[in-house]
């Protein structure tokens, strides 16, 4: 286990064991941001999922403000993507991913993921819950998605549109016990956010088990990225545990 201070409260985060992990192979480099530690994925040239894509770390860097970056990179017509790990498994609360680029002009067949899942699981949902940014290879579709797994229940989405003129971002949602309620806000050049969609699910939620937050940025079909955003730049990860 491992003990964070958060204010007032103090946080518990279960560190998952990197042996109950298929992944853990892929999972050997790690990086700080938001002030936790992330384990960088590389399938060491393989195809893996999600694409399936090869996944490299040298797509994934931190910059000197502190902000992720994930680059989707063209190597030989095919993609090469990036994932982060959280290293803990953080249960029950408020995940909230903040986005600087705009998501908006992401490449047609490129998919921002910032989500749960667990790689060791007694659950074949994986305890995965996704906020998706992409068009999925169509370029007059809606820009993005609230998943509840499996996708394949016609409630467990919902799909909508972000703004034109959409700069920063913040995307996330609150975990609780029969209910998860996602959020979606656009930030003005003031600071201020906008709420662009909510929705809240209360099917099918998912228990709290060793399921990770993760980030991801990836290419459909393993095809290499097409026109338009490749690389995606997120602030800030932030987590607030149910009271």
């Known amino acids: 286990m491992k003990l964070l201070a958060a204010g007032a409260a103090t946080v518990v985060f279960s560190l998952v064991s990197a042996a109950q992990s298929p992944e853990a192979p892929m999972l050997r480099q790690s990086l700080e941001f938001s002030g936790m530690t992330w384990k960088v994925k590389d399938s060491g040239g393989r195809k893996v999922g999600p694409g399936p894509n090869v996944f490299s770390a040298g797509n994934v860097s931190v910059d000197g403000s502190g902000r992720l970056h994930l680059r989707a990179t063209n190597r030989g017509g095919a993609c ?124 099918l939620i998912p228990e709290p088990g060793n399921e990770q937050a993760r980030i991801n940025l990836w290419c459909m079909d393993s095809k290499a990225p097409s026109e338009g955003l490749t690389e995606v730049v997120i602030s800030n990860f932030r987590f607030t545990p149910q009271r």
């Open 80 to 203: 090469v993507s990036a994932e982060v790990v959280l290293a803990s498994s953080l249960g029950y609360g408020t995940y909230e991913f903040t986005v600087d680029s705009n998501s908006r002009r992401l490449a047609k067949n490129l998919v921002l993921g910032l989500f749960t899942w667990d790689d060791t699981p007694s659950d074949p949902s994986h305890r995965e819950m996704d906020v998706e940014i992409g068009r999925w290879g169509r370029e007059d579709n809606a820009d993005a998605q609230f998943v509840i797994q499996p996708y394949t229940v016609e409630q467990n989405i919902v799909r909508f549109r972000l703004p034109p003129r959409l700069g920063g971002s913040v995307y996330g949602f609150l975990w609780a016990p029969g209910k998860t309620s996602f959020r979606a806000e656009a930030i003005d050049a003031e600071g201020g956010r906008t709420i662009i969609k909510q929705h809240d699910f209360e099917d």
